[in-house]
């Protein structure tokens, strides 16, 4: 089909929520960052950043979208691989390998294979694959928050297995004033209030030196901790190597890695059990489904981190889509009603995968024009 892309708009909306932490990090505002590509025949499609629990500056995004733009307009949205070439890899002398900008050019692209599901009328789950029309949630949850103690964490996880359906739960560890030993009194309150049979995930947020991170590894296993999330910096592969060999929990981690190669470096240091790769951080679903299929070759398994909306056709396309990550309206209220068809999981813990073309979800705009701030 010859679609010619023909207008691209970029609209940041803000709202106020409540306030949280992982350990390293303060999320305060709630921000999204949405993208329409318009085309010559009339089929629109939509991308976006946010929709997850971090607080970024999506402020600085129509800027990048204003560079992407000339580039774009008479191109062909369905040719997504050949944008990625022209908008990622010809741009890097120009903008750099990745960052914010790639995070706008993830949106673009999503907004281009939201096309690509329409023209063909098929879920954008089937066309990288469809491997599933049903996929296991894990809540993500236990943040730190002021005044948040152990009871209330445990009525939180309570809460999500039993009002929420969560058949598995993450939580946060790392926060350097409650140290290793504070955590661990977290995680066996969790653990002793979930019971044995829900899944339990912990994520440090890069939080961790080596030595910390093993001594986690080895405390956590009495848990039956199913993963340990980026335990280490992202760049330290040396050190994903001698944890993954040495940690009976699995690792997991890959949410901060934009581009191909991080993963592949990854991968051949055998540093990982579980890629959390998020489409609206690589740019796009092609780069993706490349490191799906990477990971396959080495029995990798795929939990795709992010906006459950927009994950939730890679990691039901691909052979070795795991879990996805869900959260749920308690971590920002505004997100319960923000994406249409609204999202919940089903009293087995697992998602239907929705059968409406393209990436299968729309945005809520009577509710986010109310917060449109550009
Ligand atoms: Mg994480």
């Known amino acids: 089909m010859n679609l010619n892309i023909t207008h691209v708009t970029s609209e940041v909306f803000e709202w106020d929520r409540p306030t949280i932490w992982n350990g390293s990090h303060f999320y305060d505002k709630g921000r999204l960052h949405k993208v329409t590509v318009y085309t010559d025949q009339g089929l629109v499609g939509s991308g976006w950043n946010g929709g997850t629990a971090s607080t970024r500056p999506f402020g600085l995004m129509p800027r990048f979208v204003d560079y992407y733009r000339p580039l774009m307009i008479g191109k062909n949205p369905l040719d997504t691989r050949r944008l990625l070439i022209d908008l990622w890899e010809r741009q890097i002398k120009i903008l750099g ?13 999503a907004a281009c294979a939201d096309i690509k599901g329409k023209a063909a009328d098929l879920p954008l789950y089937k066309m990288l694959g469809g491997a599933k029309e049903r996929v296991r949630a894990y809540i993500a949850g236990g943040y730190y928050a002021e005044g948040k103690d152990l009871s209330r964490l445990k009525d939180e996880m309570i809460y999500n297995v039993e009002e929420l359906h969560a058949t598995a739960v993450k939580m946060k560890i790392g926060d350097p004033s409650t140290g290793v030993s504070g955590d661990m009194e977290r995680i066996a309150a969790v653990r002793e209030a979930v019971g044995p049979e829900v899944l339990l995930l912990t994520d440090a947020n890069c939080a961790c030196d080596r030595e910390t991170a093993m001594e986690f590894a080895d405390a956590m296993a009495q848990y039956d901790v199913y993963w340990f999330e980026e335990p280490l910096p992202i760049y330290d592969f040396d050190g994903y190597r001698a944890l993954a060999s040495h940690s009976s929990v699995k690792i997991a981690t890959g949410e901060n890695y934009y581009v191909f190669s991080d993963f592949e470096n990854l991968l051949d240091h055998k540093g990982v059990s579980v890629l959390n790769v998020d489409v609206a951080i690589c ?49 920002d209220p505004l997100r319960g009603e923000m994406f249409q068809p609204s999202l919940v999981l089903a009293p087995d813990g697992f998602v239907d995968v929705p059968s409406a073309p393209g990436i299968g979800f729309e945005l809520n705009m009577d509710l986010l024009n109310r917060y449109r701030v550009a």
Do not use: F, K, W
Not at 97 to 109: D, F, I, K, V
């Open 97 to 109: 390998p990745a960052g914010l900008h790639t995070q706008a050019l993830a949106a673009l692209l």
């Open 283 to 331: 740019p796009g679903y092609d780069v993706a489904e490349d490191v799906a299929r990477a990971a396959l070759n080495r029995g990798v398994s795929i939990a795709p981190h992010g906006c459950q909306e927009l994950q939730l056709p890679l990691v039901a396309g691909v052979a070795n889509g795991e879990l996805l990550e869900y959260y749920p309206p308690e971590v």
